[in-house]
């Protein structure tokens, strides 16, 4: 006998909690406990208060994994909403990156060409290494780092997708 | 303002919000809440042998009353304890708010003596937890605590208390309900859900109404309104494990329990139905069976309180996301309004009358062995004979199904059982908590041999606490449940399914000053039983049935409602992996 695994689709999550102790754990926990999958995960507070945090939860399942996904988040207590931004409508969705890259010479100077066509911003420097800032959508991270990875890249931080519905309204 | 400390501004809560019982056991980390408790004079409390059992109690008072159960224990094991009637609970949607005592706040992460990450390890078995650090919050939380334990789909809530919060102090006065703005369960139905439900239930030719637990929750009203659709429709009932009682099993239109140990006309029915109304239960792999089978022509309505129930597992055509009473009551609203009447549904009740000619929970009897389906009729017999209100518990088992087969249940909250988790262990804890509740009830618990030893340790607290409870144990020396899946599966290889060096039960009731009776053959049954209900104390019967029963009908794992086995001459023995691998 083998397990079969069905087809997923990507989909970005956004989230507004209550700020308050464990809400993390009990949003992290949900995904372990019922078997979904995590990619990216980011949270912090934007309310002037602290109250409330925004959590951004990139993740992948078959449609109606993804409807369980929001049901089950949307029940925990201290969730106030839940938006599929990919069912949603249009949106924009951003990671930054931070991409360390060594090297000298020609090398150097193709990293500083590559990350002037990526729109990169070098944030340090040394004489034989650059850190870039890039910020864009997953896949353009993605590329430039892998553009990197030919020239000399040591290593990367990545913040994990935040995204926000287009438009004027508040979700 | 005056100032009191943690313990008291708890116990102050309680009152305030009507406990009358809680059931517990103290420990170190709650000794400044058990000083406060005291000589209480409107709190009564319960000290159970182990804390598992105080959660079940909590559970049978809770499925019982209405009223949610409360449970108090300690930091540490006390609170690991509790874990599995807490899941139970979970499961099941029982409210039940647990205080379990923690070390004081200094200490936490210390691995101090009796410290446990409870917060951490209920996280996922609570609808909701907290952990209190200062007592000033305390009032509030428990407040709290009990709106969410009990309102929308009900579940247990832990409430954690470190040591020294309960002894610090702070300015009480009683609080306004303060609930997270995130939490509002959706308890009224939308217009056009109720609409649709109404007409495809009025156009519906072979409609049928698939009952659970939900209608239990919803209150009796709830049942009642149940009972009013299924007079308006004309549609069969069925039900689920969990929601017996709900619809009264005397009734013509009722076809018994259905899933995996359910009735040949209640599965026949779900398969062959055209509209399945879906009233507050949740398509669970025991009623489905294999899901591309399920109710293959069918259109599917689901009323449920939890939207994550909808399309979880069964695609359903509409949702009906709201309080199971409130919908039947906008249901039936609009289907006067409307003026539908009942529909012809003649043909479809001749089919299921060919289903139930099937007498698909008949048994041979042999004249020399008890059948435990005989005792679990015999039993049911002479309850309704005394004329008394008769609450029954299990365990979990096959002598849970032949309860749920044989037993007929006439009305709500009668009926308590561990539907989800299926926890053995549960039905002699909660036979107690119902008793509680319910000081003139008849309070049974049936049970097996080997369950009953799960949490046998109660018998103390029955005593104790001078509570009539019966247990009536179908005793055939196995794990009957897990031999009859290793004879379905396993080609009768019983590997630790058999229970060696039992107790003498009766000794046992004896040495806890209970009543014990043995039951050994057929013409001891009636006697036995009788006996049983006229004596005033608690009794354990020990009723020794045959021992290779097995419970049928039963749609074995992986296969359709409509492949039942309906005796033992249809089993073959073993099965494929991918029958093997479901649960």
Known sequence: MHIQEELSQRHVLSLTVSNEAGILARIAGLFTARGYNIDSLTVADITDDHAISRITIVTSGPPKVIDQIIAQLDRLVPVHKVIDLTEAGPFVERELALVKVAGVGEDRIEALRLADVFRAKVVDTTIESFIFEITGTTEKVDNFVGLMRQIGLVEVGRTGVVGLIRGKEAN | ?583
């Open chain 2, 1 to 583: 303002m005056a100032e009191k400390s943690g313990a008291d501004i708890l116990v102050q809560c309680l009152v305030d919000l009507g406990v009358e019982v809680v059931f517990g056991y103290p420990g170190g980390a709650v000794l400044p809440i058990y000083d406060a408790l005291y000589n209480h004079p409107t709190i009564r409390h319960v000290l159970v042998r182990h804390e598992q059992g105080a959660t079940h109690m909590a559970e049978g008072y809770a499925r019982s009353t209405g009223k949610p159960g409360v449970v108090l224990v300690t930091s540490g094991p006390g609170a690991t304890n509790a874990v599995t009637g807490i899941t139970d609970a979970l499961l099941d949607s029982i409210p039940m708010i647990v205080i379990t005592g923690q070390v004081p706040t200094q200490l936490i992460g210390t691995d101090a003596f009796q410290e446990a990450d409870t917060v951490g390890i209920t996280r996922h078995c609570t609808k909701h937890n907290y952990l209190v650090k200062t007592p000033g919050k305390l009032a509030e939380v428990i407040h709290e605590a009990f709106h969410i334990a009990t309102t929308g789909r009900p579940g247990p809530v832990v409430v954690d208390i470190p040591k020294n919060v309960q002894i610090a102090t702070a300015p009480y006065a009683k609080p306004e309900l303060k609930v997270h703005a995130s939490y509002h369960p959706q308890t009224k139905a939308d217009a056009a859900a109720i609409d649709a439900a109404v007409e495809m239930l009025a156009a519906a030719e072979r409609p049928i109404l698939y009952t659970g637990g939900g209608v239990i929750n919803s209150g009796p009203q709830a049942s009642a309104l149940l009972r009013e659709l299924a007079a308006l429709t004309g549609a069969p009932v069925t039900s689920t494990l969990m929601g017996l009682g709900a619809f009264p099993a005397s009734s013509d239109q009722w076809v018994g329990m259905l899933g995996m140990h359910g009735t040949y006309e209640a599965n026949w029915a779900m398969n062959q139905a055209d509209l399945i109304l879906c009233v507050g239960a949740r398509f669970d792999d025991r009623v489905t069976g294999r899901l591309d089978a399920f109710a293959p022509n069918s259109r599917k309505i689901h009323i449920d309180i939890d939207r994550s129930s909808i399309n979880k597992i069964v695609d359903v055509d509409v949702a009906v996301v709201a309080d199971v009473a409130s919908a039947l009551d906008d249901i039936i609203a609009l289907w006067k309004q409307r003026n539908h009447q009942k529909s012809d549904l003649t043909e479809w009740w001749a089919r299921i009358a060919g289903w139930r000619a099937k007498k698909s929970l008949d048994y041979a009897e042999n004249g020399t062995e008890i059948m435990p389906q005989r005792a679990i009729a015999d039993l049911y017999k002479a309850c309704n004979a005394t004329g008394k209100d008769v609450i029954i518990t299990t365990e979990v088992g096959q002598h849970q199904m032949w309860a749920a087969q044989h037993f007929g249940f006439e009305a709500p909250n009668k009926w308590l059982t561990s539907g989800g988790l299926g926890t053995m262990g549960y039905g002699f804890p909660a036979a107690i908590g119902a008793q509680m509740g319910n000081p003139d009830s008849t309070t049974i618990c049936i049970a097996g041999d080997a369950s009953i030893q799960m949490n046998i340790q109660e018998m103390g607290t029955a005593s104790q606490y001078r509570l009539p409870v019966k247990i009536f144990i179908l005793n055939n020396e196995y794990m009957g449940m897990v031999r009859q899946w290793q004879e379905l599966t396993y080609e009768s290889r019983y590997s630790n399914s058999y229970s060696d060096s039992l107790p003498d039960f009766v000794k046992l009731g004896e040495a806890y000053g209970w009543t014990g009776i043995r039951i050994e053959g057929p013409q001891e049954l009636e006697a036995g039983i009788r006996q049983m209900l006229e004596t005033d104390g608690p009794v354990i019967v020990d009723c020794r049935v045959a021992k290779l029963s097995n419970c049928f009908p039963m749609i074995p794992s992986g296969a359709a409602h409509t492949d039942m086995l309906l005796d033992p001459s249809q089993v073959k023995g073993s099965m494929t992996d991918e029958a093997k691998a479901l649960v």
